[in-house]
């Protein structure tokens, strides 16, 4: 079946680094969304992207949907402590657009 | 608005009892999904409803799960008998329409179940 994985599985890295993670698919999607999960929440969207090669901001964040329409790719400038958590990209499923199959997530620690 | 509320937060109970858990949707919104999540499968989808009805249930792990949707600002997702391996987080989310669209999914803060 459709997967997406993500990699890194973890990152652990120290306050004020850049952060980069994307997120492959076997088959093409015409919607990315990036979401975040922090520890005992439910996860929260971050990005949503709609064209292939578009590239979208929000606040540190950054997320690319790929040409190739299979790929996406996150990046989180200057992390601080509170970018602790699990990223997850997801996408709606080919033949009904109203599931969403999520990435394996990416877990992020940021060291002070 | 107060988003996504679940109960409860956290369950624990023995195999074989029945487990309840519940939801209550964003008002307004349409949609509601059910997931499981686990470290071994990470998010999967149960079951989701449009206008309270459910649509596809192809998730369900076995037929020791049902939900139901009463009407628009509620839902429950019953595990009956309960097994150890059901443990996980699951979430409830809602949203206006569907998945691919510019209104996404809103998710509550999960119920953490453990069975013994």
């Known amino acids: 079946g459709q997967q997406l994985n993500q990699s890194p599985q973890s990152m652990f890295i120290q306050e004020g680094e850049d952060v980069s993670m994307n997120c492959t698919s076997s088959?093409?999607?015409?919607?990315w969304l990036w979401y975040k999960q922090d520890p005992g929440e439910g996860p929260v969207l971050l990005i949503a992207?709609?064209?292939?090669?578009e590239l979208t901001s929000n606040g540190r964040l950054t997320a690319q949907f790929g040409i190739t329409r299979k790929d996406s790719f996150l990046n989180i400038s200057a992390s601080i402590p509170s970018d602790v958590g699990i990223y997850f990209c997801?996408?709606?499923?080919?033949?009904?657009?109203?599931?969403?199959?999520f990435g394996t997530g990416t877990r992020l620690q940021v060291f002070p | 608005d107060a988003g996504v509320i679940q109960s409860p937060r956290h369950e624990v109970t023995e195999m074989g009892q029945e487990v309840t858990l519940r939801c209550k949707p964003i008002?307004?919104?349409?949609?509601l999904f059910w997931y499981r999540q686990t470290m071994m499968r990470g998010l999967e989808l149960l079951i989701y409803?449009?206008?309270?009805?459910?649509?596809?249930d192809s998730g369900m792990p076995e037929d020791r799960f049902s939900a139901k949707m009463p009407n628009a600002s509620f839902s429950t997702l019953k595990i009956q008998p309960s097994e150890p391996r059901d443990s996980a987080v699951y979430f409830c989310?809602?949203?206006?329409?569907?998945?691919?669209?510019?209104?996404?999914?809103?998710f509550g803060p999960g119920t953490r179940l453990l069975v013994l």
């Open positions: 088959s093409i999607f015409n919607t």
């Open positions: 997801a996408g709606p499923t080919p033949h009904n657009t109203d599931k969403l199959i």
């Open positions: 989310a809602s949203s206006l329409n569907g998945a691919g669209r510019l209104e996404t999914q809103y």
């Open positions: 992207l709609y064209k292939a090669g």
């Open positions: 409803f449009n206008n309270n009805v459910p649509i596809d």
């Open positions: 008002s307004g919104h349409d949609y």
